[in-house]
């Protein structure tokens, strides 16, 4: 039934093979926006981690949040690259 109705969609959308290229460059530069961001947005927080060893917080968990936080910018970047390769 979803595929008969998926058919009569495409079908109706006239839809095509450089139609679905096209979705998929789009929701490929979608994807890459996305990461980009969240990449933007966690790298801010380097700074702030820095401030909290001045705020009092010891040095052994200011040390675990930034190798969290590099861990994460590293899975972010990789997530980067794959997505400029699908473009």
């Known amino acids: 039934m979803k595929l008969l109705l998926a058919a009569c969609f495409a079908l109706f959308l006239g839809f095509s093979g450089v139609a679905h290229a096209e ?3 789009m ?3 979608q994807n890459l926006k996305i990461v980009l961001s969240k990449l933007k947005e966690t790298t801010s927080y380097i ?3 820095g401030e909290m060893k001045s705020m ?3 040095e052994r968990e200011v040390n675990r949040l930034k190798d969290a936080l590099g861990l994460k910018i ?5 997530d980067a690259i794959y ?3 699908n473009l």
């Not at 590293?74 to 990789?78: G, V, W």
Request: no cysteine.
């Open 23 to 25: 979705g998929t460059g």
């Open 27 to 29: 929701r490929s530069m």
């Open 47 to 49: 700074k702030e981690i």
């Open 56 to 58: 009092g917080m010891p």
């Open 74 to 78: 590293k899975q972010l970047t990789d």
């Open 83 to 85: 997505a400029i390769h």
